[in-house]
Structures are given as C-alpha cells and as structure tokens.
C-alpha cells in the first residue's frame, strides 16, 4: 500500500490537496488534481492515524529523555567501530538519557564509560537499550535521531493519548492542519503500530466516465475500513 500511495502521491502534494470533508467521525475525504486532465484523485485519510504519526515523530525529533546518574560509571565493553561510533554520535546517545565519560587516552575498548542511563515512570532501562541504540546508529545517516525499541514503543503510547480519536467531529481548520502536517513527516503512509493513514478511494475522471447507476459503496468501504 505504501509503495502503491508512493507513485500516486509526493509529500509536496499534501498542501495542494482540497478538503471535502470528514465522513463517519472518522476520516478526512481530500481531493487533489494536477496540471494534467487525468490527474484528479480522491483520497481517503484516517483523521486518528495521520495525527497520531505526526505527534509521534515530533515526539521523535524533539524529545530529549530525563536521566539518572549511576552510583558509579560503569565501563562498556565495546567493539572499536562501535566505541568510535558511540564518541561520534554521542549527541543522539545523550538526547536518549545515556550519558557516557569519554577517555580519549585509554586503550581501545576501554575508552568509554557509562554514567547515567534514562529513566521513565512504566519502563525501565539497562545497557542492552544502549547497544541496541548503537546498534540502530549504524544504519542512520549523520543529524539523523534514532531510538531504542522501548522509547519507540512509548512515544506511539504518548501520541496515541495526545491524538485526534475516531468520533471526534472536526471542523475544516482542524482537518487541514491534520493533512497539511502529513507533508511534513519523514514516513506519512503508516501510524506507529502499522495501520495505513490514508488510501487512494477513487480516480474522480474515471468515476465521471461510468454510467450514472455506479457509486463508491460506503458500506463495504467502512466494513473494511482502510
């Protein structure tokens, strides 16, 4: 679905989408059409999903996590790549409640010593969070921010509670800020738990061309939801 949505819709093409409207307290009906004839689309947005992703990956971006100091630093056992990885972006490290102490004159493997780990109300944290960190370093571009499984799994939580639900009734500002925001994520195709945000609902010139008895069946459409 993700790829499918790709060729179809650019991020840029959020802003120029038109609203329409909300249907069953539960979607945003948006049509976007482009320079060309043929281009006329109707989109169909889950208003819960879509806001739900954005607080998530501003949860993401902006979130730097409280810490606790250990007794005593505690030294890591690391590989060299890894060491030399956890010196570099130790920005993001600290962002995510791990404090290291860094001797840049100790031996290889010894350089880096762990003085406080995060610390969260329901979850609890240890050095495998900090490796698996390091782990997700590896594959994440310079400036980019990475997060352990466990502060990923909170921050869907926190931005689940703080989201636009299912049955609340939006008014046309409320509905444009929601799509307008989809523009700007780095992945607006799926929520943090999976579930796709919006869906290609019908071709407008294709539906134009039927014979008039042809209709979108809304009662299929909601049995099977997005």
Same mark, same amino acid.
């Given at each position: 679905?993700?790829?499918?949505?790709?060729?179809?819709?650019?991020?840029?093409?959020?802003?120029?989408? =038109?609203? @329409?409207?909300?249907?069953? &307290?539960?979607?945003?009906? +948006?049509?976007?059409?482009?320079?060309? %004839?043929?281009? #006329?689309?109707?989109?169909?947005?889950?208003?819960?999903?879509?806001?739900?992703?954005?607080?998530?990956?501003?949860?993401?971006?902006?979130?730097?996590?409280?810490?606790? =100091?250990? @007794?005593?630093?505690?030294? &890591?056992?690391?590989?060299? +790549?890894?060491?030399?990885?956890?010196? %570099?972006?130790? #920005?993001?490290?600290?962002?995510?409640?791990?404090?290291?102490?860094?001797?840049?004159?100790?031996?290889?493997?010894?350089?880096?010593?762990?003085?406080?780990?995060?610390?969260?109300?329901?979850?609890?944290?240890?050095?495998?969070?900090?490796?698996?960190?390091?782990?997700?370093?590896?594959?994440?571009?310079?400036?980019?921010?990475?997060?352990?499984?466990?502060?990923?799994?909170?921050?869907?939580?926190?931005?689940?509670?703080?989201?636009?639900?299912?049955?609340?009734?939006?008014?046309?500002?409320?509905?444009?800020?929601?799509?307008?925001?989809?523009?700007?994520?780095?992945?607006?195709?799926?929520?943090?738990?999976?579930?796709?945000?919006?869906?290609?609902?019908?071709?407008?010139?294709?539906?134009?061309?039927?014979?008039?008895?042809?209709?979108?069946?809304?009662?299929?459409?909601?049995?099977?939801?997005?």
């Amino acid at each position: 679905a993700e790829e499918t949505l790709s060729r179809i819709i650019h991020k840029a093409d959020f802003s120029r989408m =038109r609203i @329409l409207g909300q249907f069953n &307290l539960g979607f945003i009906i +948006a049509r976007l059409r482009g320079g060309e %004839e043929e281009d #006329d689309d109707l989109f169909v947005i889950d208003q819960h999903a879509s806001d739900e992703k954005y607080n998530f990956e501003t949860l993401q971006e902006t979130t730097k996590m409280e810490t606790q =100091r250990l @007794l005593r630093p505690r030294p &890591l056992e690391l590989t060299a +790549a890894d060491e030399l990885l956890a010196i %570099e972006r130790i #920005d993001v490290l600290r962002k995510n409640g791990f404090d290291l102490e860094v001797d840049e004159d100790a031996p290889a493997h010894q350089r880096i010593k762990l003085t406080a780990i995060p610390v969260s109300k329901n979850t609890s944290f240890s050095v495998e969070d900090l490796e698996e960190l390091i782990h997700l370093l590896r594959d994440s571009a310079p400036g980019q921010m990475a997060r352990c499984s466990k502060v990923r799994a909170m921050f869907a939580m926190r931005a689940c509670r703080k989201s636009v639900m299912i049955g609340d009734a939006l008014n046309m500002r409320q509905m444009k800020e929601i799509v307008s925001h989809m523009g700007t994520m780095d992945q607006p195709w799926n929520c943090p738990h999976g579930r796709p945000t919006m869906r290609h609902l019908a071709s407008l010139q294709h539906v134009q061309r039927t014979p008039p008895s042809t209709h979108i069946d809304w009662d299929t459409f909601m049995e099977h939801g997005l």
